[in-house]
């Protein structure tokens, strides 16, 4: 039964308890977007006044081997995550027909029945490496964002085609494995510029705990009233994102920079064949602040709805994570304390989206 868009707590039953989703909300008719979803004014972007991004993608084929096209592309990867935190690539090893069948595969999984979904909801998912769910944390947010998603945790090949769903678990792994090379290739460059030479045992823990998620983005009838994404950085190294035609993706300049001035807001357009690479708060932390985790979030669309696919690289829960000695040696002082990674990656996914505040955790008081 349809709930009472005008009673949140209906609306909340509806979509978060009983699974149904932004989707089955949508799906049940509605003209005008429930109270439970409109974003707080000074939670909302000019859109129409948003810079867009016209850089072309970064060609990773240029990598391989040395000389000056390998330096120049290395030039730009440290570029764009000394700056914005955000760029995008092509040549970057995942076959194009992929790409496709992942969109493509999102759009079929969420048209799947509600209770085919809402089995992995979680308190009932038979595995805790699945969740089907909505928003964020919606216990705890002032609006709700409209989104909903599946996200898979990564223990190995066996135990993902054990408890991932059928329906995307194949797809989804041979994303996984072939995008691999490419994230060890931005941290050799990312890691080398500061002087940090890494073996294959620190790039494995850096990258050794994984995450996929697949994102759907319902038609909205209010766009300009909600967010499919409130503001946030991602928590891990780095994160790969395949984002569809659709688009609705925006970045916090942190800085002045050539893209635009400290606190503008930048739309990072569709690229045909592309993959969007964006910082982590963890290779800003390592850094000592000199790479920049990108504050960034997803508005949504009154005409179609977006898909997206993001695998979330992060370091293995164990880790102690700090500013490499290299770089504090160079700048002389540390910004940011030592710390294990589950303990940051408790903290963030207790609170509601924040912005950037999730960094206040590991930084160091000044005297």
């Not at 977007?33 to 016209?54: G, L, M, T």
């Not at 002082?333 to 990656?345: N, R």
Request: hydrophobic residues 40%; negative net charge.
């Amino acid at each position: 039964m349809a709930p009472n868009l005008e009673d949140r707590n209906s609306v909340f039953e509806f979509v978060v308890r009983q699974g149904n989703g932004v989707k089955g909300l949508v799906d049940s008719g509605l003209s005008t977007v429930p109270e439970a979803y409109v974003q707080p004014p000074e939670e909302r972007i000019d859109k129409e006044n948003a810079i867009k991004y016209d850089l072309p993608p970064i060609d990773l084929s240029k990598l391989d081997g040395h000389g000056p096209d390998h330096d120049e592309v290395a030039n730009q990867i440290v570029r764009a995550v000394e700056t914005l935190g955000f760029f995008q690539v092509v040549n970057h090893g995942v076959p194009l027909h992929l790409l496709e069948s992942l969109k493509v595969s999102a759009h079929e999984f969420f048209s799947l029945p509600p209770q085919r979904k809402a089995v992995y909801l979680a308190d009932v998912s038979p595995s805790p490496l699945v969740k089907y769910g909505t928003s964020y944390i919606p216990e705890k947010e002032k609006a709700l964002g409209w989104k909903d998603y599946i996200l898979m945790q990564y223990t190995n090949d066996d135990e993902a085609l054990q408890h991932w769903p059928q329906e995307i678990k194949e797809i989804l792994l041979e994303y996984l494995r072939s995008s691999t090379g490419m994230v060890k290739k931005l941290l050799q460059v990312t890691l080398g510029n500061l002087g940090v030479k890494p073996d294959d045992s620190m790039i494995d823990v850096l990258i050794g705990k994984k995450m996929l998620s697949m994102i759907f983005y319902p038609i909205c009838p209010n766009p300009d009233l909600t967010l499919g994404v409130g503001r946030h950085s991602d928590i891990g190294t780095f994160t790969v994102l395949l984002q569809d035609e659709v688009g609705g993706l925006y970045v916090k300049i942190e800085q002045d920079t050539g893209y635009g001035k400290k606190g503008d807001w930048i739309l990072i357009p569709p690229t045909p064949n592309a993959l969007v690479i964006n910082v982590g708060d963890m290779l800003q932390i390592l850094s000592n602040g000199k790479y920049k985790s990108a504050e960034h979030i997803v508005c949504t669309s009154s005409t179609n709805s977006r898909v997206s696919v993001p695998i979330f690289i992060m370091p293995r829960e164990t880790t102690k994570i700090a500013p490499l000695p290299q770089v504090v040696e160079k700048d002389g002082i540390a910004v940011y304390k030592e710390f294990v990674y589950v303990d940051y990656m408790n903290k963030v996914f207790a609170n509601a989206l924040d912005g950037k505040k999730s960094l206040d955790f590991a930084k160091i008081s000044p005297a």
